[in-house]
């Protein structure tokens, strides 16, 4: 029997990218999955894929930030699969900005997105979780919010809101058998990275991390699947870093980078 058979997780963001994975990763363990992406089409394509693995599956079209479309969300996840025992936050955007130039609309995009959409989507579906006295929320923040990030100070602060909000989570819905955790992702080789960053510092990053790499999106739906399974019970009100090193490296990086410089790439 799979871990997770029996259960329905909700995942957002999940038309592509690490959210798709994550999706398709809960539903290899059993789950059946709710769908959500603000693109329908990039929802409609994943929700396929899940019907194809033997789970059942809904594509539903929610914009996380809009309150209204959020409720709508989860009460057909719950008309349709009949429950949410998992919420996954992970929608999100990202665009780089120097501080001094960030305009007010990008820093409210940020803010409305990464904070709103997971207190609304967090709220809802722990209501639901609330009944049954069982729950998973897991929310995607970054290594944004852990360490000060260039060009993304709204981003960074948006996403340690995120890690406020799943500590405030842990304390109160402990009563409610529900855990709230949350996975740090360093940078993951997506559209989202190679967007928010030049070519040449995208190639380049690789060097600043302790492990040499980019991360792929089937690491994050691992460290998202450790924090689903009934058997984390007792992990509540953490942020899992999953950064190849970078957040214990700290500014020790700098050393290490000069010496694998100096030795030709060992250190
Ligand atoms: N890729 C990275 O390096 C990285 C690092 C740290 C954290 N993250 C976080 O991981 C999550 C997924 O990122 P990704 O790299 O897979 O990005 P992505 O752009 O590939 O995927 C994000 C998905 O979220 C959807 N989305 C955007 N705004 C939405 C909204 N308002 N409502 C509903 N859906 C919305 C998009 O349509 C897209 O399908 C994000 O929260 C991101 O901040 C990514």
Redesign the pocket.
């Known amino acids: 029997m799979a871990q997770l058979d029996g259960q329905v997780a909700l995942v ?9 994975t994550i999706a398709l990763q809960l539903a290899r363990e059993g789950a059946d999955i709710a769908v ?4 329908e089409d ?1 929802a409609q394509e994943t929700a396929r894929d899940i019907t194809d693995i033997g789970r059942k599956s809904i594509a539903n079209c ?4 809009d309150y209204d479309q959020v409720q709508a969300l989860t009460a057909q996840s719950v008309a349709t699969l009949g429950k949410i025992d998992i919420l996954v ?6 665009k780089a900005r120097p501080f001094l130039e960030l305009t007010k609309e990008e820093w409210e995009a940020q803010l ?3 904070m709103s ?1 997971t207190f609304y989507c967090s709220q809802a579906a722990a209501r639901d979780m609330s009944r049954r006295g069982y729950g998973r929320i897991i929310c ?5 919010a852990l360490m000060g990030p260039i060009d993304l100070a709204a ?1 960074g602060a948006a ?1 340690a809101g995120v890690a406020g909000l799943v500590r405030a989570m842990a304390l109160e819905l402990a009563d409610h058998g529900i855990t709230a955790n949350a996975v ?10 190679r ?1 928010a960053w030049p070519k040449e510092v995208y190639e380049e990053r690789a060097n600043h991390i302790p492990a040499q790499r ?2 792929i ?1 089937d690491e ?1 739906a691992h460290a998202v699947a450790f924090f689903a399974s009934p058997e984390s019970g007792y992990i509540s009100g953490t942020i899992l870093p999953v950064d190849g090193g970078s957040v214990a490296a700290g500014a020790y990086m700098v050393e290490k980078y000069r010496r694998r410089k100096a030795n030709g790439g060992a250190s």
Request: zero cysteines.
């Open positions: 957002t963001g999940a038309g592509r990218g690490i959210g798709r959500t992406d603000i693109n990039w929610t914009d996380v930030g936050n992970n929608a999100g955007i990202s409305r997105v990464h959409g995607i923040s970054s290594v944004a981003y996403k740090a992702p360093g940078p993951i080789d997506t559209e989202l990275l967007s980019l991360g999106v994050i």
